[in-house]
């Protein structure tokens, strides 16, 4: 266990310590552009918020390298010690989030003392998570899709057969992906939305506190957070249930806390304030339980695709995209709803502040989505270092949760990302006076169409990388079974280190255009289209970009869950064509749900801070 745990920490490190190299060369790059366009404050801005935006996704993944074989160690005695195990590593990442992020931003508005010269510190944060997004998605699922069409498709071998030569780099990816991915990602919705509503609240706000209470709701949010985590020790055999627990008693407590905050920082308006950072609140539990019913095999819609498998793989590709396609009306509507009545109460201060209270249990929530990395390593390395059926039934058990932790983690960062880049447009209307933006303007419809076009440009280019970079794995796992005798019997040992390899070039050279895009498009109709233009494009890429974020991420959670749901037993169980078909189904879910999905939520935020850090220039 300790050999593979190792394996797998030494991998993730050997990716993210090439990773840093490029990224510090874009660093240094826009660093100095900053400096000469926008000044010093600009780029000190920026190369602090990168620095921890960077160091949050590395102390959780190494965190979560060194928790998986502790947890595969817990599941020995029974479900809750692996359960305790796994989200107590969780809880260090989620920490170091909302810790970093909150630190980073208050130590920058007391030595600015300005909300509009930080958000250079959002772009730094921004461009490294969708650079770590991007990379760590590409690397991580096309490990997975090759291990998984030769191993289990091809081969009939189970999920993390140490035979199969792509096992250890689709584990290093999870944590790559999954962890330091993530974690990057969350990390500059936090502070972003914080960054928009001190920002609104300067130009905006009636009340003396205005650019003051976000900082302090969030420093809330991490003590109920905390507090949370308590909850989810309470021995309980149901771990889903457990992960809930802690998840709505932080949001009770939050709910009846933030009042008194409010009312001490806000005086007479606390009450509409109040409503719209409930209305946040509220929406993110909305989504992530919206979530959890079409990803989690408990319910209808997973089952549907399940059954859907005993027809082939068209019917399960079929029945697992209708589902992601409807999956997207409770979040649309509830996203719509915190709009309507977070402005209704505060205006446009009160959507902003809907949004940081959106994010503002951001703690615990995230806790709960790095846990099911750490589960399903622990799984891998239960089957891999034979430690006998209880074992991996709970490991199993404890990694099927987790695959909706993290589709419910992904549903909560897209529709927080919904708002925060409402909030960041909205800054951006105030700083150019757009209050109001014709249909019958074509600089702007324009800018509209070009919005709207860019998450599918985005999506293309990564998904495509994904599928370039599974067939070289695939190919290369299927000559080693060819060439290395007596690896399909277990007498000889699979060259892990080659598919290590392939999977890491891959991703850095991969991840360099899709991140490209997302600063290069709103610089490029800013100067030659105009302001109205690229508020057309941010309108529109927010739009299409939540939409298309949603319907990936539940499709791919909802194939997942489907092919658990029939390794469980039903419909025929492993091995049966009905599993078959839902192996197909999960590896083109796979990119879905943690590759472009995902990445689109970093995209349309990236795109409306670079047009504020460059609004200046623009006018």
Not at 197 to 205: K, Q
Not at 355 to 365: C, D, E, K, P
Not at 485 to 510: F, H
Request: hydrophobic share 50%; glycine share 12%; proline share 3%.
């Amino acid at each position: 266990m300790k050999e593979i745990s190792d394996f797998i920490h030494k991998g993730a490190l050997t990716y993210l310590n090439r990773q840093y190299k490029i990224l510090v060369i874009f660093v240094v790059i826009v660093c100095a552009v900053l400096y000469v366009l926008l000044g010093f404050v600009a780029a000190v801005c920026f190369v602090t918020g990168a620095f921890f935006s960077a160091l949050a996704g590395n102390i959780g993944m190494r965190v979560a390298t060194s928790a998986n074989a502790k947890t595969a160690e817990g599941c020995k005695k029974d479900l809750n010690e692996g359960l305790k195990i796994a989200f107590s590593s969780g809880v260090v990442m989620g920490m170091c989030v909302v810790g970093l992020g909150l630190l980073g931003v208050s130590v920058m508005y007391m030595i600015f003392g300005d909300p509009n010269m930080i958000y250079n510190f959002g772009f730094g944060a921004s461009s490294i998570a969708l650079f770590a997004r991007v990379g760590g998605g590409i690397y991580t699922k096309a490990a997975d899709v090759g291990a998984d069409m030769v191993g289990k498709v091809e081969k009939g071998i189970p999920e993390d057969d140490p035979r199969n030569p792509a096992v250890i780099a689709d584990n290093v990816g999870d944590n790559v992906g999954d962890v330091a991915g993530m974690g990057a990602d969350l990390f500059e919705s936090y502070v972003n939305s914080i960054i928009a509503a001190m920002a609104i609240g300067v130009l905006v706000s009636t009340f003396a506190n205005a650019v003051v209470l976000p900082l302090m709701l969030a420093g809330l949010g991490i003590l109920v957070s905390l507090a949370g985590t308590f909850f989810v020790r309470a021995g309980s055999e149901d771990a889903q249930g457990a992960l809930n627990k802690g998840i709505y008693a932080s949001s009770i407590l939050m709910f009846i806390i933030s009042y008194f905050l409010i009312a001490y920082l806000a005086g007479p308006e606390a009450i509409n304030i109040w409503f719209a950072t409930v209305a946040g609140l509220v929406a993110g539990v909305v989504i992530g339980i919206a979530t959890e019913f079409y990803t989690s095999n408990k319910y209808g819609p997973t089952r549907s695709i399940a059954e859907s498998s005993q027809t082939g793989a068209a019917t399960t590709l079929i029945t697992g995209l209708g589902v992601g396609m409807k999956s997207t009306v409770i979040p649309v509507l509830t996203v719509g709803a915190a709009i309507l009545i977070s402005y209704n109460f505060a205006g446009l201060y009160g959507i902003a502040i809907a949004a940081v209270g959106m994010l503002s249990t951001l703690g615990i929530t995230l806790a709960a989505d790095t846990y099911g990395p750490v589960a399903d390593n622990a799984a891998g390395i239960a089957e891999m270092a034979g430690l006998g059926k209880d074992v991996r039934k709970r490991a199993e058990s404890l990694d099927a949760v987790g695959n909706t932790t993290a589709a419910m983690g992904k549903g909560f960062a897209i529709g927080s990302a919904a708002l925060t880049a409402l909030s960041l447009f909205v800054v951006y209307g105030q700083t150019f006076k757009l209050s109001t933006m014709s249909l019958t303007n074509p600089l702007l419809v324009t800018g509209l169409f070009i919005g709207t076009l860019l998450p599918f440009l985005f999506s293309s280019l990564v998904m495509e990388a994904v599928g370039k970079t599974a067939y070289s794995i695939v190919n290369e796992v299927r000559r080693q079974f060819k060439e290395i005798k007596g690896l399909m019997e277990g007498k000889a040992k699979p060259d892990y280190n080659k598919c290590i390899e392939i999977s890491t070039q891959a991703a850095l050279m991969k991840m360099i255009i899709p991140g490209l895009i997302a600063i290069i498009a709103p610089l490029a109709v800013g100067f030659l289209l105009g302001p109205e233009a690229l508020g057309g494009l941010l309108a529109g890429a927010t739009a299409t970009g939540f939409l298309l974020a949603i319907m990936m991420a539940n499709a791919g959670g909802a194939w997942d869950n489907a092919k658990k749901y029939i390794e469980e037993g039903n419909f025929g169980g492993k091995g049966s064509d009905a599993h078959k078909a839902s192996v197909v189904g999960d590896t083109v879910g796979d990119p879905f749900k943690d590759t472009a999905g995902p990445s689109l939520n970093i995209l349309i935020k990236l795109m409306s801070i670079v047009a504020l850090v460059f609004a200046p220039l623009f006018i």
